[in-house]
């Protein structure tokens, strides 16, 4: 069945480092990928697209990465600041299929 | 100027109860869809509607009943819930006009709905 797993649950961090948040699927053939941030008590709200034919694509200090063969993609928050810290969401969705399907999320918290 | 809203943001009501939540999204896409997040964080759709018309229903009870007015609406009625029912709700809408759901999501608020 098609799965999809965000690496962690939580990832803690310090400040000004680099967060790097996994998506890994299996069974699935998505035409792209994409990325949203959760806060608490708020709905999701759309970060990033990447499709299938892109390797990288970057907006200010986040950049997403698409491996097709390894079925995983990347996302990367660079300088990485304590308003970063929310829940992170990759949904996956092929070109055959009408719906998305979102991973759980890792909650990420990037401490002072 | 809100894009996607929804009504109401809490609801607490006893098991057996009816209730509806409403969505209305201004931002004049074709498409709507229910969420159901559960405590564990999972994203699950429900439905989806594309110019008033069902395209997803996925296995939830019929118990859930979506209705929509117009593309701009989409209304979620839920008959005799149940403890299980008790999650957080959320209505969304993407541009996708040729009846998929794979467009940018614009989610609403989210309903928060404890059934005692």
């Known amino acids: 069945s098609q799965k999809i797993e965000q690496n962690s649950e939580a990832l803690n961090i310090q400040e000004g480092k680099t967060a790097t948040l996994t998506c890994n699927y299996t069974?699935?053939?998505?035409?792209?990928l994409q990325w949203y941030r959760q806060d608490p008590g708020r709905g999701p709200v759309f970060l990033l697209l990447?499709?299938?034919?892109?390797k990288e694509k970057r907006k200010e200090r986040l950049k997403v990465t698409f491996d097709t063969t390894l079925k995983q993609s990347l996302f990367h928050i660079t300088a990485s600041q304590p308003a970063d810290s929310a829940t992170y969401l990759c949904?996956?969705?092929?070109?055959?299929?009408?719906?998305?399907?979102f991973g759980s999320g890792t909650r990420l918290s990037i401490r002072p | 100027d809100t894009a996607v809203s929804q009504t109401p943001k809490y609801l607490v009501t006893q098991m057996g109860n009816d209730k509806s939540i409403k969505c209305e999204q201004n931002?004049?896409?074709?498409?709507m869809y229910w969420y159901k997040q559960d405590s564990k964080k999972f994203l699950k759709i429900m439905f989806s509607?594309?110019?008033?018309?069902?395209?997803i229903n996925e296995t939830v009870p019929n118990r859930f009943s979506p209705k929509s007015p117009d593309k701009a609406h989409l209304n979620l009625h839920i008959n005799s819930l149940e403890l299980g029912d008790s999650a957080v709700y959320f209505c969304?809408?993407?541009?996708?006009?040729?009846?998929?759901?794979?467009?940018?999501?614009?989610f609403g608020p989210g309903t928060r709905l404890t059934v005692l």
């Open positions: 969304a809408s993407s541009q996708d006009s040729g009846g998929g759901s794979t467009d940018t999501q614009y």
């Open positions: 931002l004049g896409h074709d498409t």
């Open positions: 949904a996956l969705a092929s070109s055959s299929a009408s719906k998305i399907i």
């Open positions: 509607y594309n110019n008033k018309e069902l395209i």
């Open positions: 990447i499709r299938e034919n892109e």
């Open positions: 069974n699935y053939s998505p035409a792209y």
